[in-house]
């Protein structure tokens, strides 16, 4: 009985599977197993041989049982874990670099001026990129006849059949917006309305979708002289330069009186631009004093308040801040460009952390 037992315990113990796991307990316990064909001969026993030997096999055949138990658990947690080292998996591993996006230096920029305009108190106002003839235009003073409407080489809308009316645009300017906020919020207000515009024009420095950024601020006392200190004060965190100089151009928009468009110092040094300094001068925006007629338009009294507003290029002052040549490439969906000029996407844009660092 001894020598079964070491047999079975030791197969048992060295069993490589679960089917050679199997094959011992046929063997052994099974129907015909050895220890079942013992416990048969119990029968031609004498009782005093019966009661010993009984009680042993019975033993030795929970023994085997337990051992088989075992070592199949045994060999189901080595398999558990044999799998677990095969499907280990590193969820911390950073995102593989190619998969990687980027902000465009469009959006990139719009973050940049509205995080420096929020700062002085200027919301974000919005407008539809379709917009009406009267918003589009005739609100901002410039009636049908206005020259200024061949200037901006308008997209117009399908008109149905025998409908009269104007047009709706797509806007040629972020200027409607004034008039919708001012008629949405009243005055006092300052807001800054950044977006798609469109104009039918394309080479090097115009594309029939670019983007710009209107400002307002209407209050009782607001004067040119808060538009330039607003505007120098955007020019220097902006561009992230201490030494700004602005210098305000006598201009003509029908939306502002009087108007200015305004160009900052800059020199080219071996065809790099250096903002801040030097002999030459940049132009980057139109401003002015709102209008009556335009605030009148927005619902707002012009003998009670006044106000400036101004109009910026985002794309054109992103290719001055970044370094970038030409306009179309911004709208091009090319991947190597994007990788380029692209910003990743976790440096937020603030005024404590660095705008672009
Ligand atoms: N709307 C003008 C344009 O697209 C830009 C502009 C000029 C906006 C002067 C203004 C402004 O608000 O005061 O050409």
């Known amino acids: 009985m001894d ?4 047999k079975y315990i030791d197969a048992i113990a060295n069993a490589a599977d679960e089917g050679a796991l199997e094959q011992l307990r046929l063997q052994a316990v099974g129907k015909k197993g050895e220890i079942s064909l013992k416990m048969r001969e119990l029968g031609k026993m004498t009782p005093e041989e019966r009661q010993v030997a009984g009680p042993a096999l019975n033993a ?3 023994e085997i049982n337990s051992a088989l138990a075992g070592k199949k658990a045994a060999l189901a947690d080595a398999a558990l874990e044999e799998r677990l080292r095969g499907e280990w998996l590193d969820v911390t591993l950073p995102v593989r670099p190619r998969r990687q996006g980027t902000i465009h230096p469009v959006s990139q920029v719009t973050e940049e001026v509205t995080a420096i305009f929020a700062d002085m108190g200027f919301a974000v106002a919005e407008g539809p990129q379709i917009e009406s003839d009267w918003y589009n235009f005739d609100a901002l003073n410039i009636p049908p006849e206005h020259p200024a409407r061949q200037e901006h080489d308008t997209f117009f809308m399908h008109r149905a059949e025998g409908d009269n009316r104007p047009p709706h645009v797509l806007r040629t300017h972020t200027s409607p917006v004034q008039i919708r906020a001012m008629q949405a919020q009243g005055a006092p ?19 029939p979708m670019f983007h710009q950024v209107e400002g307002l601020a209407i209050d009782k ?4 002289a808060n538009l330039k200190w607003v505007l120098e004060e955007f020019c220097r965190a902006f561009f992230e330069i201490d030494e700004v100089e602005l210098r305000f151009r006598a201009s003509h928009f029908p939306f502002t009186e009087p108007s200015a468009e305004v160009d900052i110092r800059c020199s080219w040094d071996n065809g790099t631009l250096k903002l801040g300094e030097g002999d030459d001068w940049l132009e980057i925006l139109g401003s002015g004093m709102v209008h009556p007629k335009v605030l009148a338009a ?4 012009p003998n009670e308040y006044q106000g400036f507003a101004f109009g ?3 794309d054109r002052i992103a290719m001055l801040k970044y370094g970038i040549p030409d306009l179309r490439a911004f ?7 994007l990788r380029h000029y692209g910003f990743a996407a976790l440096d937020v844009p603030t005024l404590h952390a660095g705008l672009s660092r």
Do not use: E
Not at 191 to 204: L, N
Not at 298 to 301: A, E, L, P, Q
């Open 60 to 62: 030795l055949k929970d």
């Open 331 to 337: 709208f091009d969906s090319d991947l190597r460009w």
């Open 189 to 207: 207000i300052r807001v800054i309305a950044p977006g798609r515009v469109y104009r039918c024009d394309y080479d090097q420095t115009h594309t």
């Open 3 to 6: 020598d079964l037992r070491q």
């Open 312 to 314: 910026v290029g985002i």
């Open 298 to 301: 927005g619902g707002i009294d």
């Open 221 to 224: 006392d607001i004067s040119m």
